[in-house]
């Protein structure tokens, strides 16, 4: 079975899944586009840059080759982010004449809808997507999908109409990027360092964060730890000199940041709801937190070195259970084979028990 994933990444999903998938002995393949990758080095890389658009015929045909190699060498379809190889997804149709298998994994903002989010999340913010072309565009794609791919449950009820079966593979990292450096138990006398790495400010509540180490900085020796604009390595490199790690505040989930945090042992504060805390194994470390609980709960990780130490461990554990790219691998493998069992609410603790 040769595998190709594309094309575009996002956070790693894709070029860490096609890791995994290499090591367990596939042909698989990671292909993007735009010459932007954080993570590792694609298989493909056909570097589209959207500001140069009078280069935009010469993309097309571009594309239009790599379909017509991709459509050769390749017998599955892995999607990122909703895109498939040519503009207006017209290669679906013939993908399918093909007998090529389809899979399409969403990641968040390609299928999440503002409005029905902030049903849920009265934090959720505000964000100017056209809802009802977004809906129409999926609900297109997935008339051609073998199966959707989501993180956890969070998106299900974002989904348009389909007839796909849903698989759930939780997120992926390489854990072996990252040293367990776990906070003393011991309350020393030394400046603790609050880090928070937003990839969009408005979408991680970043001023409130700021806001809140600002206020407590006041009455304890902390420092905000900002990381933005920066490399990978730059970020695991500056995790590792962290207290605390604050993912982001507006979300109903945790995210691939919260897992890094995870994964260099170090407590970690984020947004999460009760409804998908539920959906999640018992043994989640996250500390749960809004805007308006913030400061309250950084204060509370503040005065207790103990509670830090035993978040850090009990979080590195977690992440390597459960978010080891290795793992996940093994899970898509079988949803690739057809072996899999979709997600049901019958069946909805199944992906997390096959992971071991």
Not at 253 to 268: D, S
Not at 294 to 306: F, G, H, K, P, V
Request: hydrophobic share 40%; aromatic share 10%; net charge negative.
């Amino acid at each position: 079975m040769r595998i190709l994933h594309g094309i575009t990444d996002a956070a790693g999903q894709g070029i860490y899944s096609v890791k995994g998938l290499k090591e367990l002995g596939c042909d698989a393949r990671m292909a993007v586009y735009a010459d932007i990758y954080t993570y590792l080095t694609p298989d493909y890389a056909l570097g589209f840059k959207k500001d140069k658009p009078w280069l935009y015929p010469w993309y097309l045909l571009k594309q239009l080759a790599f379909l017509r190699f991709a459509m050769r060498e390749f017998d599955v379809f892995h999607f990122h982010f909703g895109h498939s190889l040519l503009i207006g997804d017209a290669d679906l149709a013939m993908l399918k004449r093909k007998g090529k298998k389809i899979f399409f994994e969403f990641h968040g903002s390609d299928l999440r809808k503002p409005s029905l989010a902030l049903r849920s999340n009265p934090y959720f913010p505000s964000l100017d997507i056209d809802e009802a072309t977004m809906e129409r565009r999926n609900a297109q794609r997935l008339a051609f999908a073998d199966g959707v791919i989501l993180h956890d449950e969070e998106l299900i009820e974002h989904l348009p109409a389909h007839n796909a079966p849903i698989y759930i593979v939780p997120l992926r990292a390489d854990l072996s990027m990252f040293e367990a450096n776990s906070p003393t138990q011991s309350q020393q006398a030394k400046r603790l360092l609050i880090a928070h790495a937003p990839s969009v400010r408005a979408v991680k509540g970043t001023d409130k964060v700021i806001e809140a180490v600002r206020h407590l900085s006041k009455r304890y020796d902390i420092e905000m730890l900002l990381i933005e604009n920066t490399s990978h390595d730059r970020t695991i490199e500056l995790l590792s000199k962290a207290d605390i790690v604050v993912d982001q505040l507006l979300m109903s989930t945790y995210g691939v940041f919260a897992i890094e945090g995870m994964a260099a042992g170090k407590p970690v504060i984020t947004s999460i709801s009760e409804e998908m805390k539920a959906t999640f194994p018992e043994s989640l470390p996250l500390v749960a937190a809004n805007p308006d609980t913030l400061e309250d709960t950084l204060e509370r990780l503040i005065n207790n070195a103990s509670l830090r130490h035993e978040l850090g461990i009990a979080g590195r554990a977690y992440a390597t259970h459960y978010h080891d790219y290795h793992k996940n691998a093994k899970l898509l493998m079988s949803i690739y084979e057809g072996t899999a069992t979709p997600w049901t609410k019958e069946t909805r603790e199944e992906p997390w028990q096959c992971i071991q």
